[in-house]
């Protein structure tokens, strides 16, 4: 089974608010990384977070990583409509790098 | 994108031919994944390889062999193609070694596959 869930499946807001996601790992890891995916392309890089981080800022994205709860949330503040994409978290150790099954977010102007 | 291209970009194939996927990589990274994405599975792994021969099962191996006999390409091969596996193909690296621990993987712009 995957190693990340996340959480919601999908999200709706308008633009101008907040959107969190959340992800839940199973084992333990080197580092946790966000993803974003535009329809039909390729995954891009948004942020990585290391094991013993809890907190990191990128623009208008904050991340946070829980170990104790195998937990990590991303957080996309003032949201844009060219923020519309998909978000997967993608948790990497020993080599491999296992996604989860995403978040649709849809930002409505 | 991080010089990796994906051939081809499409393909349609009949059920039980053989089928190979081409990932080629420009940055000299030391790893390098297949994934397919399905709709509402994310994106699964299928195989991976961490140096040239060196490669192992991900978590939907089962039907798909890969080889690297370069550090630059990584081949996914569906040996007898089944309709399960239509899907969207992609191909990803990251650098590799101790210092590069926690860097970031780049991704291809995906091969989608049809089993008809």
């Known amino acids: 089974s995957q190693q990340g869930e996340e959480d919601p499946q999908a999200l709706s807001i308008q633009e101008g608010e907040n959107a969190t996601m959340n992800c839940s790992y199973k084992?333990?890891?080197?580092?946790l990384q966000w993803y974003r995916q535009n329809s039909g392309r390729g995954l891009v890089h948004l942020i990585l977070i290391r094991s013993n981080e809890r907190e990191k800022h990128s623009g208008r994205l904050r991340v946070t990583l829980d170990t104790s709860k195998k937990s990590s949330s991303l957080l996309i503040t003032a949201s844009r409509a060219a923020d519309t994409a998909s978000y997967f978290c993608?948790?990497?150790?020993?080599?491999?790098?296992?996604f989860g099954q995403g978040t649709e977010l849809s930002v409505k102007p | 994108d991080a010089g990796i291209t994906q051939s081809p970009r499409h393909k349609v194939t009949e059920t039980g031919t053989p089928v190979t996927l081409r990932c080629h990589q420009t940055?000299?990274?030391?790893?390098m994944y297949w994934y397919r994405q399905d709709p509402g599975h994310g994106l699964r792994l299928i195989h991976y390889?961490?140096?040239?021969?060196?490669?192992d099962k991900g978590e939907v191996s089962d039907g798909y062999s890969v080889s690297r006999s370069k550090t630059e390409d990584f081949l996914l091969t569906l040996e007898s193609a089944t309709s399960s596996q239509t899907s969207v193909y992609f191909c990803a690296t990251k650098a590799g070694g101790a210092e590069f621990m926690n860097t970031e993987a780049f991704f291809g712009q995906g091969t989608r596959l049809t089993v008809v």
């Open positions: 940055e000299n990274h030391r790893y």
């Open positions: 993608a948790t990497g150790g020993g080599g491999k790098l296992i």
């Open positions: 084992t333990s890891i080197n580092n």
């Open positions: 390889s961490y140096g040239v021969k060196d490669t």
